[in-house]
Structures are given as C-alpha cells and as structure tokens.
C-alpha cells in the first residue's frame, strides 16, 4: 500500500467533510460514498477510515490543540483545506499508532496542503506542526 497516496485520500475526505460538512450523513456514510466515488481501493479503505474515525472520536481534544497551537487564530479565520490538515496531522500524531515517523506525517501534510491550497497555507501549518511536534518531544 501506498501510505502516500492514501493519506492524500483521507486528507481530500476530511476537507470534502470540512466544507460540506452533512449533519444528516453519518461518517459512515459519506466515507462509503466517497470511497466509491473517488475509486480508493480497498487496501486504503481501512487505512484512511482508522484515521478519519480518529479525527471523529477526538473532535474536541483535536480542536483544543488547534487552537492552543495556533494561539491567536480563531479556527473560523483558518481555511478549510488548512483545518483539514491539522486535524489529519494532529490524529496522526498523537492518536494513531504506526510505524510511520511524526516527522514524516507532518512533512507529507504539509505538502498536500501546498498542493490543494497555498504556499502560504502550507508555511502557516508548518509553523503550528512544528509547534505540535515539539510538544511531542517533551
């Protein structure tokens, strides 16, 4: 499996779910549709659903650390593609448990944020990646 290209799926869903945001669609639901639309195979489908599950389960403590991360930005000032990010970032990081680096994570959600939203999107989550990553360390 392509860790990769799927973490680009489930980044794409959580930003579909970020500006749609259907309250009468269960998570469930709308990643079934997405999946199906969007043709992920099926060796991603678990993959992405642990971390989208994750960003669900903790909704709260992810948007905590949001805003203590990003001090003085208030969430409904930070873009959707952005807000999409963090959270996918934030799940991995300090709720998924893998192989894969939290340095490796941050770097490869920093670059879709790049390549779906601005440069200027991807250096502003970097600054509150960084920050999460250091909190990490301690």
Same mark, same amino acid.
């Given at each position: 499996?392509?860790?990769?290209?799927?973490?680009?799926?489930?980044?794409?869903?959580?930003?579909?779910?970020?500006?749609?945001?259907?309250?009468?669609?269960?998570?469930?639901?709308?990643?079934?549709?997405?999946?199906?639309?969007?043709?992920?195979?099926?060796?991603?489908?678990?993959?992405?659903?642990?971390?989208?599950?994750?960003?669900?389960?903790?909704?709260?403590?992810?948007?905590?650390?949001? +805003?203590?991360?990003?001090?003085?930005?208030?969430?409904?000032?930070?873009?959707?593609?952005?807000?999409?990010?963090?959270?996918? +970032?934030?799940? /991995?990081?300090?709720?998924?448990?893998?192989?894969?680096?939290?340095?490796?994570?941050?770097?490869?959600?920093?670059?879709?944020?790049?390549?779906?939203?601005?440069?200027?999107?991807?250096?502003? +989550?970097?600054?509150?990646?960084?920050?999460?990553?250091?909190? /990490?360390?301690?």
């Amino acid at each position: 499996m392509n860790t990769i290209r799927a973490r680009e799926y489930a980044f794409l869903f959580q930003c579909q779910h970020e500006i749609a945001n259907k309250k009468n669609q269960s998570i469930s639901e709308s990643m079934g549709l997405f999946f199906n639309t969007n043709g992920v195979y099926s060796a991603y489908r678990d993959w992405i659903s642990l971390r989208i599950i994750c960003i669900e389960n903790y909704s709260g403590e992810i948007t905590s650390t949001i +805003a203590e991360l990003s001090k003085k930005w208030k969430e409904n000032r930070i873009s959707k593609i952005v807000m999409a990010g963090l959270k996918l +970032a934030i799940a /991995e990081v300090k709720f998924v448990t893998d192989d894969t680096p939290n340095k490796v994570v941050v770097s490869e959600v920093i670059d879709l944020i790049a390549k779906y939203g601005s440069k200027e999107e991807a250096n502003f +989550a970097n600054g509150i990646l960084a920050n999460l990553l250091k909190d /990490e360390k301690k």
